[in-house]
Structure formats: structure tokens, C-alpha cells
């Protein structure tokens, strides 16, 4: 069946709930619609590795990015369980895996990221997961309910998160990492060194500097075995090594792409095809902020980036501005990290023990580039957050900074 539309938004994630809105509030009456390649309309991963993984009561459609009333309320018409398999640019069509054909005026790539496997022996055994869809989360919540020895492979945000929930159903957990602290890939080892601490002290165990060579089992997880000759014993493994992002309707239609495999758009998200746009993980974009070009992978980037496309491709010019934004929630903590993460000087202001600080985080000039803050009370957090958004805009000077500067 051909069908057209004034804008067609591909991807089942936080980016095309948030364009589809965007574009309904500056454009009445343009037909809109969204193709997901999943079962579901566009949802929320944050969840999935937190809420989902601990409340027995969470149900599937709880992470939905939207209520099922916003699209018929808005007009905004959804394909659900179909893969969008190629672009004809010159016809601006999309081919979808059912055979259908979508002929558009403005096009949104938002395909998203697909977990980074590790292709070791045993990685298909039953028991070893990747969290990315609401299906993982499904499977590894079943599967915490009886696995009481949890290994956790990767040490960024999915790791640690998905470790606090397994602490939280009662599991022994251990985390596999190559690095030498959680989080190494973007905070400093004080931050490391404070975060390992507050899990140790729960009863977790680390494996830094070990490389996971081998998932052990008969059909079934038994163990975890490493390069450095450790054999941990285990029933659940939860791979977290980052993502890949989902560029081949991109590369195969011949657009512009950037680094790490993104595809490359200017400072409206707009790509070398002036009708098509791209937002969230697969955007290689210019960071009107930090000043350079390069992609993000995390929630928030998506919500806002999405955002934003809908607005311009709805009319607005305006270009894409935003302080980049991470959050993260773990045992009893909660984290907001404002800027570009990178190897640069630091400093800790507050109570590192404690839990409760700002470190920032600044280049040779002494000029702040990005800010991350921990408490255990969640509302501290925002307006910590609003401050390094305005400082980092002012390139502040962090020995202007202290402790007072953000109301500790």
C-alpha cells in the first residue's frame, strides 16, 4: 500500500514523540507519522533499567513515551512492528518491511542505538542479556527473581544501573570492567573511587581491569570467566559495552555522515539532504555550546534534539542550543552531569564521602567545560543543574567557583 504524508518520523524512541509534538503545536493540519520498528509506540528507556527491573507491578506500556490518547487527539497516525528498509531520496519514499511505500515532504531519522554485543564463547547462553528494548527488561526482571548470583559486564550508566537493581531484588552482584573505576569513560577517580565505595559497601564486588573472555554453562549460565584467570560464579549476566547506532538508512541512501557513525547534520539537525533531519543517537551535530561536532547517546540528548527537529522542520528557525545534559539514578543516589565530558582538570566542592557535591571539570584556561553533581535528595539536583547550564554558557572561571556558588 503507498500512502503520503507531510512528515514521516522513523524510530520508536523519546525523539519521535517529542518531534511529533513539536511539530503538532506549529502545524495544525500536516499529516504526521511515525514508523516503529517495535511493537510499541514510541517509549522511554530510562525505565527500563531501573523502575521495570525492581516493581513486579510496572507494567509494559508504563515507559510509553506518550498516553495512547496523544496520537488520535493530535492526529498523528502510528505504524507499529514495521522496519523502515530503505530511502529513495530522489522520490522521497520510504520503504517499509511490509512491502509499503511512504511518500514524504520532511523526514525525521531517528532510528536510535543498538546495544554493543560481546562475542566471547558462551555469550548465547540462556541467561546472558543486553538491555534496549522493553522485551530485555521483560526477561531480565523474570530472570532476577531467581538468579541469585547477578555479573554485570561494563561498569557506564546501564551497568551500574542495572546493578542497583539487582541489589535491590536481593542478588549478589559482581561488575566486570576494564577500566580501573566505574564510570571511567567520563568522570574523574575521585567521582570513580566515591561511586565504587558506595556499592562496595553494599555488598557488591569488583572486577576492574578484567576482561570477560567466556560465559561458562551446559545451556545455561554458570559462570563468568576473564583474561586475567577470574571465574565468578553466576546465573544472570547483563551486558553493558555501549551501543551502536542505527545508521543504515542513512549510509544507504547516500547521506553526509560524520564520526563515530553518525549522520552528519548542521546546527538545525538538518542533514546533507535538506529534506531530511536526524536527532538523538545517530546525529552528528554541531554543539553550538562546546564548539565542536560529534554525537551523544543518553535520553535527554534524544527528548531535546527531537524537539527541536519537529519545531524546524514545522517552520522555526532556530537553531539546535543546548548545554549537553546526563542524569542517572543508582542505590540511593542521583546524578546530573551538565557539559562535555572529557580528560580535563577537576575539582571537588562540597562532601565527596558524603555523597553530597559538585565536581567540576575544567581545561587549561581554567574555564569550566563540564560539571557533575550527586545527592541523595533528587530536588537538590535541578537548580545545581541550571547553575552549571549558565556557567558553563558564561565559560566561567572555576577558581571563581565554590562550594557557596551552588547553595552547599
Not at 274 to 298: C, M, R, S
Request: aromatic letters at 10%; charged letters at 25%; glycine letters at 10%.
Amino acid at each position: 500500500m503507498d500512502r503520503n504524508t507531510n512528515y514521516l518520523l522513523i524510530g520508536g524512541g523519546v525523539a519521535s514523540a517529542s518531534a511529533a509534538q513539536w511539530i503538532r503545536e506549529r502545524d495544525a493540519d500536516g499529516d504526521i507519522l511515525i514508523v516503529c520498528g517495535e511493537n510499541h509506540p514510541p517509549y522511554d528507556r530510562p525505565p527500563l533499567s531501573k523502575q521495570f527491573l525492581t516493581k513486579d507491578d510496572y507494567k509494559t506500556d508504563d515507559p510509553y513515551s506518550k498516553l495512547d490518547s496523544f496520537y488520535p487527539d493530535n492526529k498523528i497516525q502510528l505504524v507499529t512492528g514495521v522496519r523502515a528498509t530503505g530511502i529513495d531520496r530522489s522520490a522521497r519514499s520510504v520503504l517499509l518491511a511490509n512491502g509499503d511505500t511512504v511518500r514524504y515532504e520532511k523526514l525525521l531519522l531517528a532510528t536510535g542505538s543498538k546495544p554493543r554485543e560481546l562475542h566471547v564463547p558462551g555469550s548465547d547462553l540462556r541467561g546472558v542479556f543486553t538491555l534496549r528494548r522493553i522485551e530485555d527488561s521483560e526477561a531480565i526482571r523474570s530472570w532476577l527473581k531467581d538468579a541469585h548470583k547477578v555479573a554485570i559486564i561494563g561498569a557506564g550508566f546501564i551497568g551500574m544501573e542495572v546493578a542497583s537493581s539487582a541489589l535491590a531484588r536481593g542478588c549478589e552482584v559482581t561488575i566486570f570492567e576494564r577500566g580501573d573505576y566505574p564510570w571511567h569513560l567520563f568522570a574523574s577517580p575521585s567521582t570513580g573511587h566515591f561511586i565504587r565505595q558506595a556499592y562496595e559497601s553494599k555488598g557488591v564486588k569488583f572486577a576492574l581491569g578484567e576482561e570477560v573472555t567466556e560465559f561458562e554453562g551446559m545451556g545455561e549460565l554458570q559462570s563468568v570467566k576473564t583474561g586475567g584467570g577470574l571465574s565468578v560464579a553466576a546465573g544472570l549476566a547483563v551486558v553493558g559495552i555501549g551501543v551502536i547506532p542505527n545508521t543504515e538508512l542513512a549510509v544507504n541512501s547516500g547521506l553526509e555522515m560524520g564520526d563515530w557513525n553518525g549522520v552528519k547534520v548542521n546546527e538545525y539537525l538538518q542533514s546533507s539532504d535538506p529534506n531530511i533531519w536526524a536527532a538523538g543517537d545517530i546525529a552528528y551535530f554541531n554543539d553550538l555550546v562546546t564548539g565542536k561536532q560529534w554525537h551523544l547517546e543518553h535520553h535527554l540528548n534524544a527528548r531535546y534534539q527531537g524537539r527541536a527537529a519537529g519545531a524546524i522542520m514545522a517552520g522555526e528557525v532556530k537553531p539546535y542550543d543546548q548545554v549537553p545534559y546526563f542524569y542517572s539514578d543508582f542505590l540511593d543516589l542521583h546524578m546530573i552531569l551538565r557539559g562535555e565530558p572529557g580528560h580535563w582538570e577537576t575539582k571537588v566542592l562540597g562532601d565527596l564521602d558524603g555523597g553530597e557535591y559538585v565536581e567540576v571539570y575544567y581545561d587549561d584556561n581554567n574555564r569550566l567545560r563540564m560539571g557533575l553533581t550527586i545527592s541523595h535528595e533528587e530536588p537538590k539536583l535541578d537548580p545545581i543543574s541550571d547553575k552549571l547550564n549558565d556557567l558553563i554558557r558564561a565559560k566561567a572561571k572555576v577558581d571563581d567557583l565554590s562550594a557557596g556558588t551552588f547553595g552547599l
